[in-house]
């Protein structure tokens, strides 16, 4: 099971507007399947030219190690070393900052992940979580 292209582009436009709302600056979103392939992806006006390649790897990450960004982190403090490795052997597509949220249905099975960057990396995450739940469905951050 994966999620549908309607369900991401209704992340995307709900992550996007609770940016707007809560003035964040430019966000960028990308929203994978749970293989990592990308579903959708929307860039604000004036959102850096990198910003999708990040979003991706918020995203990307946390499929690929199967852990929420926050136990990425824990990982990367405790095992540097680990961390650079992983993150070079994903091609640079795995980050340790919040942003990178886990998509479930209401019967906790992986739909994907969706990623965020543009703002403070726990604003990212907000509009991530704000995104997922407009579209009825489960954000797992690690925070909760």
Same mark, same amino acid.
């Given at each position: 099971?994966?999620?549908?292209?309607?369900?991401?582009?209704? !992340?995307v436009?709900?992550?996007?507007?609770?940016?707007t709302e809560q003035?964040?600056n430019?966000?960028?979103?990308?929203?994978l399947?749970?293989?990592?392939?990308l579903?959708?992806?929307a860039?604000?006006?004036?959102?850096?030219?990198l910003?999708?390649?990040?979003a991706?790897?918020?995203?990307y990450?946390?499929?690929?190690?199967g852990m929420?960004?926050?136990?990425?982190a824990?990982?990367?403090?405790?095992s540097?070393?680990?961390?650079?490795?992983?993150?070079?052997?994903?091609?640079?597509?795995?980050?340790?900052?919040p942003g990178?949220?886990?998509?479930?249905d209401?019967?906790?099975r992986?739909l994907g992940? !969706?990623?965020?960057?543009?703002?403070?990396s726990?604003?990212?995450?907000?509009a991530?979580?704000a995104g997922?739940?407009?579209a009825?469905?489960?954000?797992?951050t690690?925070?909760?």
């Amino acid at each position: 099971m994966s999620i549908s292209l309607e369900q991401a582009q209704t !992340v995307v436009t709900a992550a996007l507007a609770h940016g707007t709302e809560q003035g964040f600056n430019p966000l960028t979103v990308a929203v994978l399947d749970p293989g990592g392939a990308l579903v959708a992806l929307a860039r604000q006006d004036n959102s850096g030219n990198l910003r999708p390649d990040l979003a991706v790897a918020k995203a990307y990450g946390v499929l690929a190690l199967g852990m929420t960004n926050r136990a990425i982190a824990a990982r990367a403090a405790d095992s540097p070393e680990f961390f650079t490795s992983v993150a070079t052997l994903a091609g640079g597509r795995i980050l340790s900052v919040p942003g990178g949220v886990f998509v479930r249905d209401d019967e906790g099975r992986l739909l994907g992940a !969706v990623g965020v960057t543009g703002d403070a990396s726990l604003n990212d995450e907000a509009a991530a979580v704000a995104g997922i739940r407009a579209a009825g469905l489960v954000p797992v951050t690690g925070a909760e």
